[in-house]
């Protein structure tokens, strides 16, 4: 009787043992699964904070004043242009750097073409020259993104 009593508390043993390491096993995997959706949420929140400096001009109309604050706010911006179309400048000037949007189903669509010089930025602010951006005005504001959804730059168009 003594070794019938060792040989069912040695399996009562293993059996807990392995219920133990399946529970673990359960509450890992479940872990896991939990981890992963919260990394998703984490990156989405990341990428909406990493835009919101721009919601503010997306499809929405704003002042010549605000135009010419986005030319200072986004000029030391790296792969991002700025496209202004005025009155006196129909056909529009690039500033910072010159995106591709020539055609939205191209492969370069959104893309950098060239680099410009940032002292241009100073052109909107002078009245006799035809980039001037008269500070009252009402402009169209359009974001320009690029075939990975990355925000490239932003379309001014006065109304």
Known sequence: MGNAQKALIMAAGFFLAIALI????????????????????????????????YTVYDNTVVSGSQVVNALRKFADKEQFGIQ??????????????????????????????????????????VEAHIDYVNPSGKFKAKIIKDKSNVIRGIEFSQQ
């Open 22 to 53: 399946t529970i673990a096993v359960v509450m890992f995997i479940s872990a896991q699964d939990a981890t992963k959706a919260a990394q998703n949420n984490f990156s989405d929140i990341q990428t909406e904070l990493s835009q919101t400096a």
């Open 84 to 125: 202004v179309k005025t009155g006196k400048n129909m056909g529009g000037s690039w500033y910072t750097n010159v995106i591709d949007i020539s055609s939205p189903i191209s492969n370069s669509y959104g893309s950098v073409v060239s680099s410009i010089p940032r002292e241009n930025i100073s052109h909107a602010a």
